[in-house]
């Protein structure tokens, strides 16, 4: 049975090539949509959510691959489209809510603390002067601290602080101060691990080197193979199950005692890193798993629809 997928996204590039090339192997369409570019409307009859190239229908699944940015209104609008989409059975991949959770890292540092799971020690909130306290207490104990915007990405407008006076643009936090404990790894260059999770699957993993202490591949670090060690792939498995999400980046840290922290998980990964250093075609994988997904979820709504 052909299906007719939507890839939500406002640029397709690679990624939305590799999806359509993994997609269409399977036999099944794909139109890319922009948020931006739907709507509701209702009073007009059953038909209250509209979804440009699906005139009078809707998806039978949607791949999620990057919501649109802007001001509080359009991010919660683009929000609802996809919860709309879920109220009205269809399938949503990664769902909504684990993206809410996992772009906002207040709510992923608190989830995965939550869980049990490793992550560095952090300060969420709005008055400076307990930000002040956070970070003095972090450097008086020898530690040095990052800020970050709470929605950021990609290694954007982080600031490393190693004194109080480093702490001086406050235009990135938008009045919410997201402060991270910084973990040391021994190494002047950083480096960390990017996990990449399909259900409860590592199915690849790579080492990243930044030229500096950011390691993101958006902002100049290297990608390097890495072995896939059950060590680091149980942690990355607990991470994504308790942010809730069918797949993930995990960004993985390990400091100079040998511990591992979970610094980041991402629900709309990039993998071209990852898939230049890897052997798996990760939008096959991506695709299969979806394809799989979809077919349970439609099981589930049909039992429903029997039993009512």
């Not at 939500?8 to 139109?31: M, N, R, S, V, Y």
């Not at 193979?225 to 390990?254: H, N, Q, S, W």
């Amino acid at each position: 049975m052909s299906r007719h997928i939507a890839i939500i996204t406002d640029d397709p590039g690679w990624h939305g090539k590799e999806l359509h090339k993994a997609f269409c192997a399977k036999g099944h369409q794909c139109t890319n949509v922009s948020l931006t570019n739907c709507h509701f409307e209702t009073g007009l009859g059953p038909g209250s959510l509209f979804i440009p190239g699906f005139s009078g229908c809707l998806p039978d699944g949607v791949f999620v691959r990057g919501v649109p940015g802007g001001s509080l209104e359009e991010v919660v609008f683009y929000l609802d489209i996809l919860h709309a989409l879920r109220e009205l059975n269809v399938f949503v991949y990664n769902e909504v809510r684990a993206i809410e959770r996992s772009v906002d890292k207040g709510m992923t540092s608190f989830l995965l603390s939550h869980a049990g799971l490793l992550t560095p020690p952090t300060w969420v909130g709005n008055n400076v002067h307990d930000a002040y306290s956070f970070i003095r207490q972090q450097l008086e104990l020898g530690y040095k601290v990052v800020m970050k915007p709470l929605f950021g990405s990609q290694g954007k407008n982080l600031q490393l602080i190693t004194k109080l006076g480093d702490m001086t643009d406050f235009t990135i936090c938008n009045r919410i101060y997201y402060l991270q404990r910084y973990i040391e790894t021994g190494s002047e260059d950083a480096y960390d691990w990017r996990l990449f999770v399909i259900g409860d699957q590592v199915v690849a993993m790579m080492k990243r080197q930044g030229s500096g202490w950011i390691t993101n591949v958006a902002t100049g670090g290297k990608c390097y193979p890495a072995v896939l060690d059950e060590k680091f792939t149980g942690i990355a498995r607990e991470a994504v199950k308790a942010v809730d999400m069918y797949y993930g980046g995990v960004d993985v840290m390990c400091d100079q005692n040998q511990n591992l922290w979970v610094t980041e998980v991402n629900s709309i990964p990039a993998w071209r890193g990852l898939q230049s250093v890897s052997k798996i075609i990760v939008a096959e994988k991506l695709v299969e798993h979806f394809l799989s997904s979809l077919q349970q979820c439609s099981g589930t709504v049909r039992s429903r629809k029997i039993q009512n």
